[in-house]
């Protein structure tokens, strides 16, 4: 069976369009419907039908998908993984958005610095992605929170404590630690990150007596730390989130003694079956890069 031709299957399928995926490909629209007709010939199938000007998946075709998907997935995956064996100058880190916004900058100056040699490419993904990513070889490294895959290495690199973050002149900035039940006086933004630490921080708000004003839900610490930024609410943010603006003066991080044991952890993971002789060589570098903040204790992340 012809790879090419489960190809152009699967990019039609996408695209919906024989001239889209043609431009995809970079082929010609005769060549692809050339490719699909011969795929339907091998499989006796017809895997598309044109309804006016609408072209559909025919029930066949929505069977044999799956596999297709598959197949170019695989052959995608080993020729990556040839080619990293013939250059092994590549090193692919998948990174939770925490590190990809926050630390990477500083961190692949570092890297650079100890591997002068070695190219870099950087995704951004969910921890669940990123260890999924590594355990299918996919990414060489990852940065993760809560991993559990028995086929991983794990080393915890960074622990940023959460805390309530508000602006520099909100009142609450003057008085230190505060009492958790004074949540109720001022808006909240609620990020959601979806890990257990975030969890500990929600059920200790329903077990308030009186429940925190929580005017925001976002799914992203840029878009909480905006809103906070603008003085619309005060939230929880992990401190490296905000490191920079608060050195800077425009938010205050403030202390509440009811969640002085929450933090975000993130480990370094990598394939058990992959032996990598700088893992603690950068493990090393992971917590230095980590640590040099200025104006924030290194103890606060390591």
């Given at each position: 069976?012809?790879?090419?031709?489960?190809?152009?299957?699967?990019?039609?399928?996408?695209?919906?369009?024989?001239?889209?995926?043609?431009?995809?490909?970079?082929?010609?629209?005769?060549?692809?419907?050339?490719?699909?007709?011969?795929?339907?010939?091998?499989?006796?199938?017809?895997?598309?039908?044109?309804?006016?000007?609408?072209?559909?998946?025919?029930?066949?075709?929505?069977?044999?998908?799956?596999?297709?998907?598959?197949?170019?997935?695989?052959?995608?995956?080993?020729?990556?993984?040839?080619?990293?064996?013939?250059?092994?100058?590549?090193?692919?880190?998948?990174?939770?958005?925490?590190?990809?916004?926050?630390?990477?900058?500083?961190?692949?100056?570092?890297?650079?610095?100890?591997f002068?040699?070695?190219?870099?490419r950087?995704?951004?993904?969910?921890?669940?992605?990123?260890?999924?990513?590594?355990?299918?070889?996919?990414?060489?490294?990852?940065?993760?929170?809560?991993?559990?895959?028995?086929?991983?290495?794990?080393?915890?690199?960074?622990?940023?404590?959460?805390r309530?973050?508000?602006?520099?002149d909100?009142?609450?900035?003057?008085?230190?630690?505060?009492?958790?039940?004074?949540?109720?006086?001022?808006?909240?933004?609620?990020?959601?990150?979806?890990?257990?630490?975030?969890?500990?921080?929600?059920?200790?708000?329903?077990?308030?007596?009186?429940?925190?004003?929580?005017?925001?839900?976002?799914?992203?610490?840029?878009?909480?730390?905006?809103?906070?930024?603008?003085?619309?609410?005060?939230?929880?943010?992990?401190?490296?989130?905000?490191?920079?603006?608060l050195?800077?003066?425009?938010?205050?991080?403030?202390?509440?003694?009811?969640?002085?044991?929450?933090?975000?952890?993130?480990?370094?993971?990598?394939?058990?079956?992959?032996?990598?002789?700088?893992?603690?060589?950068?493990?090393?570098?992971?917590?230095?890069?980590?640590s040099?903040?200025?104006?924030?204790?290194?103890?606060?992340?390591?």
């Open positions: 069976m012809n790879i090419d031709n489960i190809e152009a299957f699967v990019f039609v399928n996408h695209f919906g369009s024989i001239n889209k995926a043609s431009k995809a490909l970079f082929l010609s629209q005769p060549s692809v419907t050339s490719r699909i007709k011969s795929l339907e010939r091998e499989l006796d199938a017809e895997l598309f039908r044109r309804v006016g000007r609408q072209l559909t998946i025919t029930d066949k075709g929505m069977e044999f998908l799956p596999f297709a998907e598959n197949i170019i997935r695989t052959m995608k995956k080993g020729k990556a993984h040839l080619q990293n064996m013939e250059e092994k100058n590549e090193i692919t880190i998948a990174c939770s958005g925490l590190v990809s916004f926050y630390l990477v900058p500083r961190l692949m100056a570092m890297f650079k610095e100890r002068p040699d070695q190219k870099f950087i995704m951004t993904e969910t921890s669940e992605t990123v260890a999924r990513m590594v355990s299918d070889g996919e990414a060489d490294y990852g940065f993760a929170s809560n991993v559990s895959q028995t086929k991983l290495n794990a080393e915890r690199v960074i622990e940023s404590p959460i309530l973050i508000v602006p520099s909100h009142p609450f900035a003057d008085g230190g630690a505060i009492d958790i039940e004074r949540l109720v006086e001022t808006p909240i933004v609620f990020f959601e990150c979806g890990s257990l630490d975030w969890t500990m921080v929600h059920n200790l708000f329903l077990s308030l007596k009186e429940q925190p004003d929580i005017q925001y839900e976002v799914d992203s610490m840029e878009s909480a730390k905006g809103i906070i930024l603008n003085r619309a609410a005060i939230g929880f943010l992990p401190e490296l989130s905000v490191y920079r603006e050195e800077e003066g425009s938010l205050a991080a403030i202390d509440v003694p009811a969640l002085s044991h929450v933090s975000l952890k993130t480990d370094l993971i990598h394939h058990n079956d992959i032996h990598i002789d700088d893992f603690d060589e950068m493990v090393a570098i992971i917590r230095k890069a980590a040099q903040r200025p104006g924030v204790s290194p103890l606060s992340y390591i």
